[in-house]
């Protein structure tokens, strides 16, 4: 039974992985650091305990791990890429749009480039016009297919220990009781005169408030943000 007590360094890696996997969120954290430390024993393992793992889902225990795995050039960590060159975590696209690249870069924990890359997928969910224009319109929110919006959240929650996503940002508003002026610095957004794309506190780690990412584009002030959380297939995964 898993507990509150450090893990021994007599626990086997195959045993602390497998406590890894069944712990609860808050039990994970806690393991974190002993994983952490044993990597080089766990490594040689990762592949064959990820390949039993849903992939179609967004147990950030996977997403750690896999962090955990490629944060060091080695031969596993190269023999991962090649059998998953997709990214291992399942997605499809209702839009055609390959979630490889964003999935990479969340992977390597390069959360600057991956914010990019969503607002991008953004805009080309939204269309032609949104692309050529450079933003998106909140108008345009409603028709982006659901399979799309929900890629995108499970990729963030997967790959953030949880604490970044669209459906993170919902649960904080709710908790908010959908006040954005309550929800703002709970992210750890700046306001300064208007909502800039990088506000001066604006972090790209893992260590960064609950929610913090993805940024939304608040210039135009919060439809867009409203419009996403609001959107369908996003509110079903915020009210789970």
Known sequence: MLSGAPVSANVSPE????????????????????????VAELRPLLADHL???????????????????LETPSAE??????????????????????YAPLQLQLARMAFEEADRLTSAILRELAGAAAVTRGYVYYSEVPAMPAPDLEALDRLWVCYSRGRFGFSVQGRLLQACQGRWEQLWPR???KQDGR???????????IDAPEGHMPLVNQLRGVRLMDALLNQPALQQRINR
Do not use: C, E, K, N
């Not at 602390?16 to 430390?37: C, E």
């Not at 147990?59 to 791990?65: F, V």
């Open 15 to 38: 045993d602390l992985l497998q406590r890894f996997q069944a712990a609860t969120a808050r039990q994970r954290r806690a393991l974190l650091g002993p994983v952490q430390q044993r």
């Open 51 to 69: 390949a039993g793992l849903d992939a179609t889902g967004d147990d950030w225990a996977a997403g750690a791990l896999i962090q955990l795995l």
């Open 77 to 98: 960590a190269q023999a991962f890429l090649d059998l998953h060159p997709q990214g291992w975590l399942a997605t499809s696209s209702a839009a055609g749009i390959d």
């Open 187 to 189: 992210l750890g957004w």
């Open 195 to 205: 909502w800039t794309r990088y506000p001066g506190s604006f972090a790209w780690t």
